[in-house]
Structure formats: structure tokens, C-alpha cells
């Protein structure tokens, strides 16, 4: 710990009105602060105010109640006054339909054209859904006309489904559509349709008599989203790689998934193909002080082992983003993602994530001015006190759809509260992963558990500190002895005089540990394709002969079956007739009473003495 220089203090003394409130007590103690212009409110984040306020992952939860409808969307947009979309991470999408028509002998091949991105994207997953069901498109077959299969609408010979992608850096019309649509009178695709710089797929659906579809297709992809701008891998800029804000053609890397980086990119603007902005905010770099932004990102990439050895990010996330939203909304759910939070103030963008650093300042009871008695707040209220959470987020494995995660319950505190459940429910829209998810619904019950905090006024040497900032409180007032209890700046208002009112808040150092043992099972549902068996009816046939109008006999075959009690809506049974000294067919026709048991099949090829083999 040093002191201040004497020269700062007579320089903020310098500032002060002549009459300025008592105060007594030393200097504070500090390390390694940095000196900013602090006001009592910052600039606007890409337009709007933000207080120089403590926002950590459980006023993120605390706040207002969240609109019901973030998460994946599930159904397929369509119309002109739906906002154009875009996806940052990897991410799962029903996408906006943009055309459709069909082709071929009574138009049996239905196609849609479907938008996924706004600005080109890095993929496009082989995982899609049809119809609510989890598929695979194998990419490693291509027709002639650039489409690939999906693997379980491959049946009777027929590929049932088929997608070709674009990713969004395609200079012409597709071929496939002005070859088959251009002429069309009605909706042509002419050739001048590019759709430049969208990533947008192109699915055929085969029309079915055999029950492969139930209603119009619907589609559902997995998006590898857009490229963005890594600084830690700009050497330019004091990180190490190719990365350079002004050539988009370099952006793009693992740090796509990392929600630091991806407030990075929003505060500083989403760029368009040319990059003109598109979305997001106008920060020129020197406004995002990277020493914060590289330290929080890094925190974010830190390793994570699952308790089945797999290793993940500690925090990632992916979404998808409406280009009418307002991008401070976006920002505060992904730093609620990640256990951290997002500062403006004197012209300085400046992030944090995870755990608070070390002290920086050590105060005691004599810094705080007399005159402004301080108020304590010992105790929180008990509908802000949790032993328990639950959050819904964007399950993957449940083709992507909004489901609920593990309840995890603290035992100690659960016994603290006399084995009364206090049960937290959060929204997480943009964390799939369900490990993640978990570690921060502990997180969010120990930062709930926090009682401690008061407030008061400090001297203009306090003009340094900064939010999230950790100092020491050494206080006989309050019994802490020794080298105090840490606490945090959670607010902080200049006046004037250049005194400096503070609000500190508790710090619970055991809020971030996690252990792999600590992870909770949690398995979902089937979500592969469902098809009915088939139904096992067995036929029984024997020759017979039936009267014709004259009387004179004409040969049959009789045909009779056990229906029971099958709860089945069929329509009918196909048969055909061939010869057995041959092979050839030489009559076909259906069955359409089934629940009757019994038909007599005629037909003019039939002889007497002939023998016949029949199929169902």
C-alpha cells in the first residue's frame, strides 16, 4: 500500500469550495488506480444514458421482468415488416422465408428460400430440424444443381428433402431458382436476385403419398454466425495475430463465441458487407480501454471440465439478434451471460467479468466525512435472498427450444433459511450450455446471499476509484479487525466540492469456485425423427369366381384379413397381380373398406387355371 502524493492532494484541494464539510481522519491508502473524469452520469451507450451504477449478474436478475418471447425463435418469419436478423456465436434459427414456389409434374417439389442472416455468416451446421424433429443434411453429397440430402428423408428411393446454403458472399443469382422460377409468370426469380450479402438456404420438398410429411415442411438450421474482431489477436493493438479492425477479411476466430468480445464488436458497430455500419454502437477504439477488454475476454476462455471430462468455455454464448433491437438490452443479457457488466463513463467503455480483483484502497472509519453520517444496510429483504435457482435457456439437445435447467440448491444455505426454499427463476437466452448455466446460478445465489453494504462520503482522493473496483474497510464501528473486509464499489456520485459519495457492497469469495463434482445430471427428450411402424396385418387369399351380368362365371381372388380393433385411419390397401411362370404384373387396384375383413378382388386379365401371385 502507498499513500498519495502530496501534490495530487494539494491539487484536489486546490478544487474544493472554501467551505467544505468536516472531515477527519489520514489520507486513504491506494494502489494502482487509475485517475479518470468521473461524472455523476456517463455518455450514452450507442444512445442511451447508463448511471455510474454496480450492475452485476443479480441486479441483471433482479431488475424489471423480462419479456417472455427472448430465446430461439421456433417458427419461420415471413413478411416485409419483420426486422432483418443476424447471428453472433453459434446459434439455432427457423429463419425468414423470403420466397417459395414449386416445380415439376403437378408442382410435387416444394421450395422455400429462406433468410438466415443479414450479413454473411461462417456456416452453416449439418444439424437441421424438419418438422420438430432433430436431422442431419449430409454435406458430403451434392447434385447437380448444389443441394445435399437430409439423411432421414431418404426413403423409397427418393430424397424427400434436400438444402443447398449460401453463406452470403455469392456474386449472382442462384441458378437452380432463376432456371426453374425465372420464367415463372406469376414469381419469377429473376437473375438479378442475388440476395447480396445474406446468408440465406434453398430447401426442395418432394410432395409424398406415403405419409413422409404431415403438413407444409418446416425447417429449423444451426448457424455459425458472423465473423467479428478479436483485439487480443490484433498485434497492432498489443495482442498477437493477423486480426485488423479496418480488414474484415481477417476477423473471425474462437473469440467469435466469447461474449466480451462480442460487446466489443456491438459498442464499436456491427459492420455491413462494405463496412458501412450496420447496427450497434459508433466507439472509436481509444474509447475501450483494452487492458480491461482483454482481461475480461480472457476470463471468459478460461477452461472448464464437465464431469463427463469434456471441456468447455466458461462462459460463451450465441444469438440472435433483431436489427430494431436496442443494443444496450443486448449487452446487459450478455453480460448476464458471463457474471459481469458493462461500464460508460467520461468517454471509456470498460468491462468486467467473474471474480473482483484485488484491493486497490484501503479506507477506515476516520476517511469518511462526519458530517455525512453514513448509512448501513446490514440485511437484505428475503425476497432478495435465494438458497435455490432455476433458469430456462436454449437447450440444443431440445432442438434449441426454451427449456429449464437442473433446480440447483445450495445446501448451506438451504439449511441457513430452516430448509424453506428460496427459489430464484432466471432467463439465460443466450447461454446454451447447460454446464454454464448451472456454474451461474451459483454464482447468482452466493452474490444473493451478500448482506453487507453501506454508504458515505470520502474525500476527493476517493475521485479514483472506479465500479467493480475492491477496496478494504477497516472499521471498529463495525468489528472489522485486522486487514478489514473487502468490498466493492457498487456506486459512486462526484459532487461539486469533488467529495465522492459511495456505495460499497459486500464481496463473498466463494461466489465464483466450482468444482466438476458440483455439476447436476440433466438429460432431455427425444427429439429424432418418429415414424409409425408399419401396421402388421396378415392377408390371407384363395382362388374364387364370382357371376357376371349374362351368368356366366368369371375367376376371383378372395381376400380376407382380421382388422380387430386397430385405431388407424386408413384410407387403403394397394394390391398387384402378377403372373408366377413370369413375373409379370398384369392387374393393380386397392382395398378401401378395411374394417370389413374380407373383399373379392376381379379384374379382366384374370383366367381360370392361371396361377397368380399377389403383393400388398
Avoid at 440 to 466: C, V
Avoid at 513 to 534: F, P, S
Wanted: proline share 6%; with cysteine; charged share 25%.
Amino acid at each position: 500500500m502507498r499513500r498519495f502524493s502530496a501534490f495530487l492532494v494539494a491539487l484536489i484541494t486546490f478544487w474544493l469550495a472554501a467551505s467544505a464539510p468536516a472531515h477527519a481522519g489520514p489520507l486513504l491508502t491506494a494502489v494502482g488506480a487509475l485517475v479518470v473524469n468521473l461524472g455523476a452520469v456517463g455518455n450514452a451507450i450507442v444512445g442511451l444514458v447508463v448511471n455510474f451504477g454496480f450492475q452485476t449478474l443479480m441486479t441483471a436478475f433482479f431488475g424489471p421482468k423480462e419479456p417472455k418471447d427472448k430465446g430461439t425463435k421456433q417458427r419461420m418469419e415471413n413478411g416485409a415488416d419483420k426486422a432483418p436478423k443476424i447471428i453472433l456465436g453459434q446459434y439455432g434459427t427457423p429463419g425468414h422465408l423470403l420466397y417459395h414456389n414449386s416445380f415439376l409434374e403437378n408442382r410435387k417439389v416444394y421450395v422455400q428460400v429462406i433468410i438466415l442472416s443479414a450479413i454473411p455468416v461462417k456456416g452453416v451446421s449439418n444439424y437441421c430440424r424438419i418438422a420438430g424433429q432433430n436431422c442431419t443434411i449430409d454435406f458430403g453429397t451434392v447434385d447437380d444443381d448444389g443441394f445435399s440430402p437430409v439423411s432421414e428423408y431418404q426413403q423409397y428411393g427418393n430424397n424427400y428433402a434436400k438444402v443447398k446454403v449460401h453463406l452470403g458472399g455469392q456474386t449472382v443469382a442462384d441458378p437452380f431458382l432463376v432456371d426453374n422460377f425465372g420464367s415463372d409468370p406469376d414469381f419469377p426469380w429473376a437473375s438479378d436476385m442475388i440476395v447480396k450479402g445474406c446468408a440465406y438456404v434453398i430447401v426442395q420438398s418432394l410432395y409424398s403419398k406415403k405419409g413422409v410429411w404431415a403438413g407444409t415442411p418446416e425447417y429449423f438450421f444451426k448457424v455459425d454466425g458472423i465473423p467479428l474482431y478479436d483485439p487480443r489477436r490484433d498485434s497492432s493493438v498489443g495482442g498477437s495475430g493477423s486480426q485488423r479492425w479496418n480488414d474484415m477479411s481477417t476477423w473471425g476466430g474462437s473469440g467469435d463465441y466469447n461474449p466480451k468480445v462480442q460487446i466489443y464488436n456491438i459498442i464499436r458497430g456491427i459492420r455491413d458487407i462494405d463496412g458501412s455500419r450496420l447496427w450497434g454502437g459508433r466507439a472509436e477504439a481509444y474509447r475501450l480501454p483494452l487492458d480491461y477488454w482483454f482481461a475480461a475476454m480472457n476470463v471468459c476462455d478460461q477452461d472448464i471440465e464437465k464431469k463427463n471430462g469434456d471441456i468447455v468455455k466458461r462462459y460463451q454464448t450465441g444469438l440472435e439478434i433483431e436489427l430494431d433491437s436496442e443494443p444496450l438490452d443486448i449487452i446487459m443479457d450478455l453480460d448476464k451471460s458471463c457474471s459481469g457488466f458493462t461500464t460508460e463513463y467520461g468517454g471509456k467503455y470498460k468491462t468486467w467479468c467473474g471474480e473482483p480483483g484485488l484491493s486497490v484502497m484501503t479506507v477506515t472509519d476516520d476517511d469518511f466525512y462526519i458530517s455525512d453520517p453514513m448509512k448501513d444496510d446490514p440485511f437484505k429483504p428475503v425476497q432478495e435472498t435465494y438458497n435455490s435457482a432455476v433458469a430456462t435457456y436454449p437447450e440444443p439437445r431440445s432442438g434449441w427450444s426454451m427449456e429449464p435447467g437442473p433446480l440447483y440448491v445450495d445446501a448451506e444455505y438451504l439449511a441457513a433459511d430452516d430448509n424453506e426454499p428460496l427459489v430464484l427463476d432466471a432467463q439465460l437466452p443466450y447461454v446454451t450450455e447447460n454446464n454454464q448455466v448451472q456454474r451461474l446460478m451459483r454464482e447468482a445465489i452466493r452474490e444473493s446471499r451478500i448482506q453487507l453494504s453501506h454508504t458515505g462520503t470520502l474525500p476527493p482522493e476517493a475521485y479514483i476509484l472506479e465500479p467493480h473496483d475492491r477496496i478494504s474497510y477497516i472499521s471498529t464501528r463495525n468489528g472489522y479487525h485486522g486487514d478489514g473486509v473487502d468490498f466493492l464499489i457498487g456506486s459512486k456520485e462526484d459532487y461539486p466540492d469533488v467529495r465522492q459519495v459511495v456505495t460499497i457492497r459486500g464481496v463473498n469469495p466463494n461466489a465464483f469456485g466450482w468444482l466438476k463434482e458440483m455439476e447436476l445430471d440433466h438429460t432431455v427428450g427425444h427429439m429424432g425423427v418418429v415414424r409409425h411402424n408399419a401396421l402388421d396385418v396378415a392377408f390371407s387369399v384363395a382362388p374364387d369366381w364370382t357371376e357376371t351380368e349374362n351368368g356366366r362365371d368369371k375367376p376371383a381372388i378372395a381376400v380376407t384379413w382380421d382388422w380387430g380393433d386397430i385405431d388407424v385411419d386408413v384410407d387403403r390397401v394397394k394390391w398387384e397381380v402378377r403372373k408366377a411362370s413370369t413375373g409379370k404384373k398384369i392387374a393393380e387396384g386397392a382395398i378401401h373398406k378395411l374394417e370389413d375383413g374380407h373383399a373379392l378382388l376381379v379384374h379382366p386379365a384374370f383366367r381360370f387355371k392361371q396361377q397368380l401371385e399377389i403383393r400388398f
